[in-house]
């Protein structure tokens, strides 16, 4: 008996070993902008007067170092893939009991804002980044799945797909952003990637998407949350390469936002319809069809700080 | 409860603490820590069905005990018949009453008549089929002298809910099984060795590639309509091996659990689509189950002897049981039909017993004819698989009509880089079981790989491939329905 346990713990051992090795390189595998993006909510390290929802295309796309010369301080808490679900649980069990009330919310809405298969993001997903606090205080919580929260948090488990395998050993994220540029949330995109560009998306734009009812729910609670809790809301559609004014016109998420904001109040700024600008021509702005790069994000940031500053006094 | 759970994870740990450090070599003391864990093991599913099992445990320890005091035949014939009529009634309330009660008012709608038909909402006890064999082949060895009935209730019950075949066997003999619960147990480092590899091979069976098989072979099996004849048959195959996977995975940890606890339990896959005629296939695959109806349904019924009539009538009526004891649908008796009319030519033909030996034994490679007959008897037995799988038999039979249709020869829809890692797989798991073949298991390997080292890297890589390639979406087994 003793030489089977002494045999089977040395197993056990090695394969735990084995598994807390793996772990330290998934850990180290990406740039994790998310995990500062939560502990500012925890740490308060700047003053934010103004929050930045969204997808990548916010992530990489609203500088918040641009818009900060209007006033109030911005942070870019925008994470790809997020949905208006996502968003509610991030809001109500994250930034709401952690932070101080801003006083804007630039929310970056895209034509698949509704549609739950672009975004993908769940909530629990993002337990690694959790600060602990935050960990624990969703453990308690009977919304969420326990178990999840728990696998999500360890690398180890949570990128246990062998499609993960082959990323163990290289920092993923170094060919796809500037690192060293990242500053309060937003994390550029290199200039690249030419042969990215493909005009699918613009011509039969309105068959990629779905709209959930659900999720446009979710939006009008967190639009009606936000608003009793005396957060000014303001709709942005950041620049996509290539949009055809008249193929955007056609997109029922924008028609129901325009609707929407027209009847709460709601500026909505969109920069592939009305607002449209000569930054979705110059390819040399994006990192690919949706996504501005590094030069684009600044460009356009100037353009929207100064219409901003029209609606922020 | 599974045995691919976290659950059993932490139960099991306890029950061999508790077993080999508590009870020690008090024999008493480690059956009736067999006794509660396998009571709790069952009241994780439902406890309701506990008090079910335990009645039937009691059924049989007593009418067993009836037939043994019994001084004429006849009085013990009665006590049989009671025993047999009881268990069986339960087995057919719980299992067929609204089977029966569904076909009979079809009978009678296609007749004009349209009755009142009183279908119950009935949940199948998990392990009803199995746990009630072992009681009938306890009693049914009583009354043909080869057991002599257990006055100690403890072991008696041990016998019939033994946790690691409570649910989906293997169905174990009173012969086998009671002399090794009444017998003192020494914890064996060799065996226990042997049975966690066993595990590892069952887990791997189950979570890599029945569990990767089975998201395929639903999305396949429910959308039949809308899928080619080529995409229809890998569905086939998928299942094929998603149930062999399955099944005999669960049977490789039970066997591996009950190693550890020192008590060996009966075989019950022998590497069956390796088998080169259907006769082969039978005795290789679900053995406990195949001989146990060998032994109490088709000896008794005059079994190979007497004239052809008599044979086909007992190939028919076993393989018809057998179809009907996995399921109250016709799909299954059409599964033991269709088996049975492939049994049949070798049986008439006095070529059944032909194949006892191992194929291509001491060889790499099967010669052309032992091919012939694996590829053939493969494929009979993957046509066969479409009635089990299909919800209905007209599904079924409309399933394989899409088969052969043109878009048999396009690609199949499911190829796709998604699959890569379950095909290799697949490959792998075939290739390994083809090598160890003479083997009672696949990872049987202490004799082939001396050194430590190399067996240890091998868990390892099998270890982190079930934890990277399997699908963890905790899949009921297959055979727990049964």
């Not at chain 1, 453990?139 to 163990?168: A, G």
């Not at chain 2, 009418?63 to 009671?82: A, D, F, P």
Request: glycine share 6%; with cysteine.
């Amino acid at each position: 008996m003793k030489k089977f346990l002494k045999e089977f713990g040395l197993f056990f051992l090695t394969v735990a070993l084995l598994a807390v090795m793996i772990n330290y390189c998934f850990g180290k595998r990406y740039y994790n902008h998310y995990e500062l993006q939560y502990k500012e909510i925890v740490e308060h390290k700047k003053k934010i007067d103004c929050i930045i929802l969204g997808t990548s295309h916010g992530t990489h796309g609203i500088r918040p170092e641009v818009l900060d010369s209007l006033g109030p301080g911005f942070y870019n808490f925008a994470m790809n893939g997020s949905s208006p679900e996502f968003y509610w649980n991030w809001y109500t069990n994250v930034f709401a009991p952690n932070h101080p009330k801003p006083k804007y919310c630039i929310w970056a809405t895209d034509w698949f804002l509704f549609d739950t298969v672009w975004l993908w993001r769940q909530y629990e997903q993002d337990s690694e980044y959790f600060p602990d606090s935050v960990f624990y205080a969703n453990l308690r919580s009977p919304d969420f799945r326990r178990q999840s929260l728990i696998l999500n948090r360890i690398p180890f488990t949570k990128y246990k797909s062998y499609k993960d395998l082959p990323n163990l050993f290289r920092r993923y994220d170094e060919s796809q952003f500037i690192i060293s540029k990242y500053k309060d949330g937003f994390l550029p995109y290199w200039p690249q990637k030419v042969e990215r560009f493909k005009d699918r998306y613009n011509n039969k734009l309105k068959d990629y998407f779905t709209i959930s009812t659900r999720q446009q729910q979710i939006f009008e609670k967190l639009v009606q949350r936000m608003k009793d809790d005396g957060i000014q809301l303001i709709f942005v559609n950041i620049p996509e390469y290539g949009s055809k004014k008249t193929e955007y016109e056609k997109i029922s998420t924008f028609q129901y936002l325009d609707s929407f904001a027209r009847k709460n109040n709601i500026p909505f700024l969109n920069y592939n319809l009305e607002k449209r600008t000569p930054i979705s021509d110059e390819k040399e702005l994006f990192a690919d069809w949706g996504h501005l790069n590094d030069k684009g994000s600044w460009e356009f940031s100037m353009i929207l700080r100064k219409d901003l500053s029209s609606i922020m006094h | 409860m599974l045995f691919n759970s976290l659950g059993f994870a932490l139960f099991f740990p306890v029950v061999f603490v508790l077993y080999w450090f508590v009870a020690k070599n008090n024999l008493k003391a480690q059956n009736f820590i067999l006794l509660v864990s396998s009571y709790f093991f069952y009241a994780c599913w439902d406890y309701r069905f506990l008090f079910l099992l335990i009645f039937s445990t009691f059924l049989d320890y007593y009418t067993g005990l009836k037939i043994y005091e019994s001084k004429t035949r006849q009085t013990k014939r009665l006590w049989l018949l009671i025993s047999v009529v009881i268990n069986l009634g339960f087995l057919g309330f719980f299992k067929y009453y609204n089977f029966f009660v569904e076909s009979f008012a079809e009978v009678m709608n296609s007749v004009g008549f349209k009755p009142d038909i009183w279908t119950l909402n009935i949940i199948l006890p998990v392990g009803i089929s199995f746990y009630t064999f072992h009681g009938m082949s306890y009693v049914f060895d009583i009354y043909n002298d080869k057991v002599v009935p257990r006055k100690n209730f403890v072991n008696y019950s041990v016998f019939v809910s033994y946790f690691p075949l409570l649910v989906a066997g293997p169905i174990e003999r009173a012969t086998h099984l009671l002399p090794q619960v009444e017998s003192p147990r020494k914890f064996d480092y060799n065996k226990a060795v042997d049975g966690m590899r066993q595990i590892l091979w069952g887990l791997f069976k189950k979570i890599v590639i029945a569990d990767n098989c089975a998201t395929y072979v639903n999305m396949i099996f429910d959308n039949y309509q809308d899928q080619t004849g080529s995409t229809l048959v890998v569905g086939a195959l998928f299942f094929a091996f998603q149930i062999y996977g399955d099944f005999s995975g669960y049977s490789d940890i039970a066997l591996g659990t009950s190693r550890l606890l020192g008590i060996e339990l009966l075989r019950n896959f022998a590497y069956p689509y390796f088998s080169r005629d259907i006769a082969e296939f039978w005795r290789r695959w679900h053995m406990s189950l195949s001989s146990w109806f060998r032994d109490y349904l088709y000896i008794p019924l005059g079994g190979s002897k007497g004239g052809t009539w008599p044979r086909v009538r007992n190939t028919f009526i076993i393989f018809l049981v057998s179809g009907f004891w996995h399921g109250a649908n016709w799909t299954f008796i059409a599964w033991g039909a269709l088996n049975a009319i492939y049994f049949l030519p070798l049986l008439l033909s006095n070529r059944n017993r032909s194949n006892m030996d191992i194929v291509a034994q001491g060889k790499i490679f099967p010669s052309w004819r032992e091919a012939v007959g694996i590829a053939v008897t493969f494929g009979l037995t993957v046509f066969a698989w479409i009635f089990f799988r299909s919800e209905t038999v007209a599904d079924a039979i409309a399933y394989i009509g899409r088969i052969f249709s043109p878009s048999l020869l396009s690609i199949p829809g499911v190829i796709s880089s998604d699959t890569v890692p379950l095909m290799i797989c697949l490959v792998l798991f075939v290739i390994i079981e083809w090598l160890q073949r003479d083997k009672k298991y696949a990872l049987q390997i202490e004799g082939i790989f001396s050194s430590r080292l190399l067996r240890w890297n091998m868990y390892i890589v099998l270890a982190f491939l079930i934890y990277y390639v399997g699908n963890f979406g905790h899949h009921a087994f297959i055979y727990f329905q049964f």
